[in-house]
């Protein structure tokens, strides 16, 4: 799962991809710099998971960002650019709320909502394009050969044409399944859903909570497929040096509770419709990322394809009863360990112990 993070040049882009993976590096696609990095998905479960196996490793589960150069429409001309844009899972869009003389200001003035609108559009714009190419093929083709797939497809487009041109973004057009498997491959940029991170000035760091449900209730209401949080790349940039005694000292100075790093993190991994299950022995508790709604068969494969080829049953159990017992004999002494099938939907924060052939 891969997230793009997206805005206008000087936004704080590159400060906070830096602080949330930790990578600093250069990566070059194409003509296009791109840098790409992996921040942990934190996750309080796990943590406490480990406390009572006393595993020799953790490991949460991860989300891949990749930090892009400024967009603009010329940006958005160079296919090397597109290219990276088009394969993501999700958008992070960073919108400016910091005012800052010294640091440029592509239009001049902070307004988030209009900054917004403006990379929506030329998502949508670039979209439209796509759209009207391949219309135009689709037409040439349907007069030589009889072909129903390309009608249906006709007039999906057509439907998704209208939409873009009454400028609204196809993430909130709403698809069938079999729909949305026909666009698919088109990788539509104004489909993807998009997390809007607030990076708001540290004079008020005190405010950010109040921020982000404003924006929510006033600007989000009734938008689909959209999320906001809202942080502050100037602390978290300087939290990042501190050891974690004196970052909670540097927080409360600020009135904050928690880095707004964890909740970017975690809101990323809610917009993408992800969760975790976990595994757990004294070798390794890991938390492993899947779609909601997955299958135990899904899930063990994807910790190996293996083990979903040979897939027995999964002992499962929700990690507050396994942390209650104090590790998986009393739990099964319990009858609180439950065997379950292939078609087992997994749940959010379920401890799995895949049994395989
Ligand atoms: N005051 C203030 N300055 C910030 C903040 N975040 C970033 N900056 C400054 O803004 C400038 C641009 O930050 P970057 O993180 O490089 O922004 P970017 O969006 O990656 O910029 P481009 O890659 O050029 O599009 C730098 O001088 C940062 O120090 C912030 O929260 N507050
Ligand atoms: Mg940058």
Redesign the pocket.
């Known amino acids: 799962m891969k997230t793009a993070i997206i805005?206008f040049?000087?936004?704080?882009?590159?400060?906070?991809f830096k602080i949330l993976t930790g990578v600093s590096s250069e990566r070059r696609i194409g003509t296009t710099k791109v840098q790409l990095g992996v921040a942990n998905v934190p996750d309080q479960r796990l943590d406490e998971l480990a406390s009572v196996l006393q595993p020799e490793r953790v490991k949460p589960a991860t989300v891949e960002y990749a930090?892009m150069?400024?967009l603009s429409r010329e940006a958005l001309r160079e296919p090397s650019y597109i290219g990276s844009l088009r394969t993501v899972d999700a958008f992070a869009h960073?919108l400016r709320m910091?005012e800052?003389d010294t640091?440029m200001h592509v239009e001049g003035s902070v307004d988030p909502v209009r900054d917004w609108a403006n990379i929506d559009l030329e998502l949508i714009l670039n979209d439209l394009q796509v759209i009207e190419n391949r219309l135009e093929r689709v037409d040439k083709d349907m007069k030589r050969i009889k072909d129903s797939g390309l009608a249906s497809e006709r007039a999906l487009l057509q439907e998704c044409l209208e939409w873009l041109e009454q400028e609204r973004p196809l993430r909130e057009f709403d698809l069938m399944p079999s729909q949305a498997k026909q666009l698919k491959g088109f990788q539509f940029l104004s489909e993807k859903p998009m997390l809007l991170v607030l990076?708001v000035?540290?004079d008020r760091a005190q405010d950010l909570a109040d921020i982000e449900d404003d924006f929510e209730a006033d600007v989000l209401a009734g938008r689909k497929h959209v999320a906001v949080t809202a942080v502050?790349?100037?602390i978290e940039a300087e939290l990042a040096d501190l050891d974690a005694a004196e970052r909670n000292e540097f927080l409360e100075s600020f009135g904050l509770s928690e880095s707004g790093i964890e909740r970017l993190v975690a809101a990323t991994y809610r917009l993408l419709g992800l969760m975790s299950f976990l595994t757990a022995s004294k070798k390794e508790c890991r938390a492993w990322t899947i779609r909601r709604g997955a299958s135990a068969l899904e899930s063990a494969g994807a910790v190996h394809t293996d083990f979903a080829k040979r897939f027995i049953r999964a002992e499962t159990i929700q990690w507050s009863k396994l942390v209650e017992h104090g590790g998986y004999a009393r739990a099964r002494e319990r009858g609180d360990l439950r065997l379950e099938g292939k078609q087992y939907v997994v749940q959010d924060g379920d401890v799995l112990l895949i049994r395989h052939g």
């Open positions: 805005g040049p000087q936004v704080g882009k590159t400060s906070l930090d150069p400024g960073v910091f800052d640091v990076n000035g540290d502050c790349g100037g």
